[in-house]
T-cell receptor
Framework: DAMVIQNPRYQVTQFGKPVTLSCSQT?????MYWYQQKSSQAPKLLFHYYDKDFNNEADTPDNFQSRRPNTSFCFLDIRSPGLGDAAMYLC?????????????FGPGTRLTVL | GDSVTQMEGPVTLSEEAFLTINCTYTATGYPSLFWYVQYPGEGLQLLLK?????DKGSNKGFEATYRKETTSFHLEKGSVQVSDSAVYFC???????????FGAGTRLTVKP
C-alpha cells in the first residue's frame, strides 16, 4: 500500500545532542511537510518542500533544518534539542497542483529530550 | 488570512449518543474542507472531506456538509462508539494553495 513512513516512531535524545528524524513516502507526491505537534494541539507547520524548493515558516527556529535528497525521502534535523522541543513530529505529503490538496500523514515520531 | 474555528473540548459522551462538533471557517475563494482524526499516539488520518458547496463527506458513520452560506462544516455521527474516542481536527485548504489550516482540535471521549 502507498503510504508515508516515519522512523523511528519513538526517539530519545539528550539536551543539546543533534537528532535526525526520517520520513519516506511511496506516493510519489511532490510536496512534503514537517509539522510539530504538542499535547494534541493543532499541528504547527515547520517547513515544506515543493519538489526541491524549500519553504520555511517565518517562526520556525533556526535550530530546525530539513533535507530532501530525493522525491521519496525527507529529513528533519534538530541541531541542539532543548526541553521545549519534546513533541510529536509529523510528516505529511501532498500530490500538489490545483485541486489536489489533501495531505497524507505519517504515524509520527515522538521525541523525548532528557 | 484563512482560518478555522472549531468547538472547544473536551467532549464526553455515552456510547450510542449523538455527536456534533462544530467547525466554521474564514477563507477567500472556495476552499476544500476536511476532518482529520487522531487516535492516541498516532498521526492524523483523513476522516472525510468536501471540495465544494453542498458536498457531503461521509465515512465510518460520520458526516459533514459543506455549507457556504454559514461557512460551516460541522461533524456529526448518530451513534458514537467507545472506539471513536480520539481528537478531531477540522481543516481547510485553498484550491490553489498547498497549505492547510487546522482548527485547535476537539478531544472526544466516549464512555461505555
Amino acid at each position: 500500500d502507498a503510504m508515508v513512513i516515519q522512523n523511528p516512531r519513538y526517539q530519545v535524545t539528550q539536551f543539546g545532542k543533534p537528532v535526525t528524524l526520517s520520513c519516506s513516502q511511496t506516493l510519489n507526491h511532490n510536496v512534503m511537510y514537517w509539522y510539530q505537534q504538542k499535547s494534541s494541539q493543532a499541528p504547527k507547520l515547520l517547513f515544506h518542500y515543493y519538489d526541491k524548493d524549500f519553504n520555511n515558516e517565518a517562526d520556525t527556529p533556526d535550530n530546525f533544518q530539513s533535507r530532501r535528497p530525493n522525491t521519496s525521502f525527507c529529513f528533519l534535523d534538530i541541531r541542539s534539542p532543548g526541553l521545549g522541543d519534546a513533541a510529536m513530529y509529523l510528516c505529511a505529503t501532498l500530490a500538489g497542483g490545483p485541486g489536489y490538496n489533501e495531505q497524507f500523514f505519517g504515524p509520527g515520531t515522538r521525541l523525548t529530550v532528557l | 488570512g484563512d482560518s478555522v474555528t472549531q468547538m472547544e473540548g473536551p467532549v464526553t459522551l455515552s456510547e450510542e449518543a449523538f455527536l456534533t462538533i462544530n467547525c466554521t471557517y474564514t477563507a477567500t475563494g472556495y476552499p476544500s474542507l476536511f476532518w482529520y482524526v487522531q487516535y492516541p499516539g498516532e498521526g492524523l488520518q483523513l476522516l472525510l472531506k468536501a471540495t465544494k458547496a453542498d458536498d457531503k463527506g461521509s465515512n465510518k458513520g460520520f458526516e459533514a456538509t459543506y455549507r457556504k452560506e454559514t461557512t460551516s462544516f460541522h461533524l456529526e455521527k448518530g451513534s458514537v462508539q467507545v472506539s471513536d474516542s480520539a481528537v478531531y481536527f477540522c481543516a481547510l485548504s485553498a484550491y490553489n494553495n498547498n497549505d492547510m489550516r487546522f482548527g485547535a482540535g476537539t478531544r472526544l471521549t466516549v464512555k461505555p
